[in-house]
């Protein structure tokens, strides 16, 4: 398929479904989290899990990835999966309001509600990279990909900051009207933004598929996808630096309150300031991209690297401060990382994008799912073995900054695992390697992912 349909206001319209997107998310990330754990007094651990579950139901972007290469088109999956995700959301704020009368039924549907985002939020964003992957030029897909991130942020802001103030006073009601209130919005806004947006699919799209409906294909497609050496690797190179990306995420306020000494509202700031310098990344990648045409999977990759390497460097650094609370500059090491952070992440995303065609068989679809999949993997264990790790840490070593630097030191090591497979992954049209039957492994994951 042409690559030369997408110009920069067709990549907006995307970017704003993806506003859309995260604007559904955060309510149930955050305000509906919270609800929970002050309004109702629920351990944290509920919302914990369901958050966990929306990440792992995301094991299911294959699947979608594959039904959009059957079709050969990804609006019906974006908007379809927007739909499930906006009811979905609705669904979550409804059950927590339930919950309060009724614990087990409320938590029910609550259940349901994350169960159904996961399910939403993978149709419509496995879809949404699918058409950005098959629709923009090669040397714009960096930039693509930091605009389509920044909105997605900019959905999280203008939600949680607007929301916020509907919200007060608290109740039941005002906690329904907000969130049916937003999902209806992001579903008007995927709709109306999408309106004849991607190109017609040319006709030879279904004879690739001819059993397209069955769950066999899907699984030998899948098989034939992960033994690609180049797909093979991207997929092991996504997982291990998403999971040390993730990893710090619930161990550096508690670390900077604990070792440093910083209030609640300074760790707050803190992580502001690491947010502005991923923001700084993602645009810095994103202008050099331009100005210097990256396009080939070389370059890409070499900023991808890079970026593993620096957090690595950053992490090391923040785990040595610990020894120097009183003269270490935290602030600015949290920024650095956080700019090296938001560099290799849109570099992997750019990168992602344009790999999704390397291979015999164009299944930009299935490859982007199968990455998708590791990516929400990461995020769904991520975090929980990074504080699981601390707490290990600290009962076998009794200085508290020590025991925290043994967890960054190891996310550094995992970044730098992660740069050292980076390196290997080549093109798939030049990739010399011959492509042997799956291992044992490899057919228990494609087994697991075919199952859900």
């Not at 030369?4 to 506003?19: H, K, M, N, P």
């Not at 030029?137 to 929301?163: C, D, Q, S, Y």
């Not at 797909?231 to 440093?260: C, H, K, N, W």
């Not at 992660?418 to 992954?425: D, K, M, P, Q, Y």
Request: aromatic content about 8%.
């Amino acid at each position: 398929m042409s690559v030369t349909g997408l110009g920069w206001f067709g990549i907006f319209r995307l970017g704003l479904v993806q506003t859309s997107l995260g604007a559904v998310v955060v309510l149930t990330t955050s305000t509906i989290n919270r609800i929970m754990v002050v309004e109702l007094v629920l351990p944290a651990i509920v919302p914990g899990l369901l958050v966990g579950l929306h990440h792992a139901v995301q094991m299911s972007r294959p699947h979608f990835g594959y039904g959009s290469d059957v079709g050969g088109r990804t609006t019906a999956w974006i908007i379809g999966g927007m739909a499930v995700l906006a009811l979905g959301g609705f669904a979550a704020a409804a059950g927590t309001i339930w919950a309060a009368e009724d614990r087990f039924a409320g938590l029910a549907l609550c259940t349901a509600g994350f169960f159904a985002i996961g399910l939403g939020a993978s149709a419509a964003g496995t879809s949404l990279l699918v058409t950005l992957a098959k629709h923009v030029v090669p040397e714009r897909k960096a930039a693509a990909a930091t605009i389509v991130w920044i909105m997605m942020i900019l959905g999280f802001a203008v939600t949680a900051g607007v929301a916020g103030q509907f919200l007060d006073p608290f109740s039941p009601q005002r906690l329904l009207l907000v969130s049916g209130t937003v999902s209806c919005l992001a579903l008007l806004v995927t709709v109306l933004a999408l309106f004849r947006l991607e190109p017609e699919a040319p006709a030879q799209s279904y004879e690739r598929y001819p059993n397209k409906a069955g769950a066999a294909d899907f699984r030998r497609s899948l098989g034939e996808v992960w033994r690609e050496p180049h797909a093979r690797r991207f997929t092991i190179f996504v997982f291990a630096s998403m999971l040390a990306y993730s990893g710090q995420d619930l161990i550096l306020e508690p670390y900077a309150g604990t070792v440093f000494g910083l209030t609640p509202g300074q760790s707050t700031q803190m992580a502001g300031v690491q947010h502005g310098g991923v923001l700084v990344g993602m645009v810095l990648v994103a202008l050099v991209s331009l100005l210097r045409s990256l396009a080939s999977i070389a370059e890409l990759r070499r900023w991808s690297v890079a970026g593993c390497l620096l957090s690595a460097v950053a992490l090391t650094t923040i785990a040595l401060g610990g020894q120097y609370p009183d003269v270490w500059p935290l602030h600015l090491n949290v920024f650095l990382l956080g700019v090296f952070n938001g560099a290799f992440v849109i570099a992997a995303i750019a990168l992602m994008m344009t790999m999704a065609d390397q291979g015999s068989a164009r299944r930009e679809g299935l490859r982007m799912g199968l990455w998708g999949a590791a990516q929400a993997m990461s995020f769904a264990i991520g975090g929980f073995l990074g504080t699981v790790a601390v707490d290990l840490s600290r009962l076998l070593i009794s200085d508290v900054p020590s025991a925290y630097g043994v967890v960054f030191l190891a996310e550094g090591a995992l970044f730098i695992f992660a740069a050292l497979v980076g390196l290997r992954i080549t093109s798939g049209q030049k990739a010399s390697e011959d492509i042997r039957g799956p291992s044992f492994g490899q057919v228990a994951m494609v087994e697991m992912l075919d199952a859900r």
